[in-house]
């Protein structure tokens, strides 16, 4: 049995771009269910607010998406798509759980003062 080293870099950015987004989403969450249990309305705000790291998920599969193609072209080499996934994957990984945490700070303020739930999302959107 042979590994194809060409698909190994583009798996990376993926996989670590995705469980960056799950563990992101689910401190977003835990924050949401808190503020959601406390609050009578607007619960779909806080909501859309949590899902905000799984961005950097759709960022990691246009990523692989990229770099398949490059390798494909003959653009990239097997081992410089290594070095790119596993780099930009882990970007990916520890963006989105700083992301996830920015969402639940947001989500506690928005809670308190309702007025400042859109501005939340410049800080959300620079992480």
Known sequence: ?????NVVGPALVLGLACMGSSVGCGIA????HAVM?????????MIGMSA???SQAIYGFI?????????????????GGIGI????????FICSIWQGKCCATGIQASAKQPAI???????????
């Open 37 to 45: 249990a406390r609050i009578d309305e607007g619960h779909g705000k």
């Open 63 to 79: 990523l692989m998406l990229l770099m398949y193609d490059a390798i494909k072209a003959g653009t990239l080499s097997a081992i």
């Open 29 to 32: 969450g835990m924050a949401s």
């Open 1 to 5: 049995m042979t590994i194809d080293l």
């Open 85 to 92: 996934g596993f780099s930009m994957g882990m970007a990916f």
């Open 52 to 54: 905000m790291p799984s």
């Open 117 to 127: 739930y859109g501005k939340c999302y410049a800080a959300i959107g620079i992480v």
